[in-house]
């Protein structure tokens, strides 16, 4: 069956990178998403990378791709306060419409 | 407004009473979600419209859940009898298409608290 799993809490300091990992298990996911979900907001698309690609780069963030583990990781250079929210991670797979979310990670960066 | 719009934002109901969920997605937008965020569960997908086409009603719970999306546009999620485990928040998103990589928009959300 489908499933997106994620550790649920990471702690870094300010200036620190993070690394957020994620795994899933449908091997037909097309494209890999991370969103990031700041307290009484809405989800908020950060990146996404299609399944063909192993890594992209967006400024401070860095997604790799590892499809034969089906591994993902989001890491964000230089982490900031503002970075302080929960991430999600979520797949779409071929003929779904609708996106697969893991439970999320929150992310506290300590001054 | 530019984005996907929720109302009401929040929403307490007494067990046993019927709830509607309003949604407005982008102008434009074919294919529109409903998720539903539940403490420490992440999110579960509901229900997916696509232009024209019949919903994807997998995701939902019980038959006491439904959605109706009028005119291409604004949704509407209903839920009858609500119970305590309804509480949640109930997300909507809206995309340009379904092809995979496009963007999903999400809306606010609207918290239901069950009583």
């Known amino acids: 069956g489908e499933d997106v799993e994620q550790s649920l809490f990471l702690s870094v300091r300010e200036g620190d990178s993070s690394v957020i990992n994620c795994t899933y298990t449908?091997?037909?996911?097309?494209?890999l998403y991370w969103y990031k979900q700041e307290p009484g907001a809405g989800l908020q698309l950060l990146t996404y990378i299609f399944s063909n690609m192993d890594m992209k780069q967006d400024q401070r963030l860095t997604v790799l791709l590892n499809k034969k583990d089906k591994h993902l990781s989001l890491r964000i250079a230089d982490t900031q306060t503002g970075d302080s929210a929960i991430y999600f991670c979520a797949e779409s797979i071929w003929g779904q419409g609708n996106l697969i979310f893991g439970k999320g990670t929150k992310l506290s960066v300590k001054p | 407004g530019a984005g996907v719009s929720q109302s009401p934002s929040n929403k307490v109901t007494e067990k046993g009473k019927d709830v509607e969920l309003r949604c407005d997605p982008i102008?434009?937008?074919?294919?529109l979600y409903w998720y539903r965020q539940s403490l420490g569960q992440g999110l579960e997908f509901l229900i997916y419209f696509q232009g024209n086409s019949a919903p994807d009603k997998s995701g939902l719970p019980s038959d006491r859940f439904s959605a109706e999306r009028t005119g291409g546009s604004v949704s509407t999620l209903t839920i009858q009898r609500t119970q305590q485990e309804d509480s949640a928040v109930y997300l909507c998103?809206?995309?340009?298409?379904?092809?995979?990589?496009?963007?999903?928009?999400f809306g606010p959300g609207t918290r239901l608290t069950v009583l």
């Open positions: 998103a809206s995309r340009v298409s379904s092809g995979g990589g496009d963007e999903q928009f």
């Open positions: 102008s434009g937008h074919t294919a």
């Open positions: 449908d091997s037909s996911s097309t494209y």
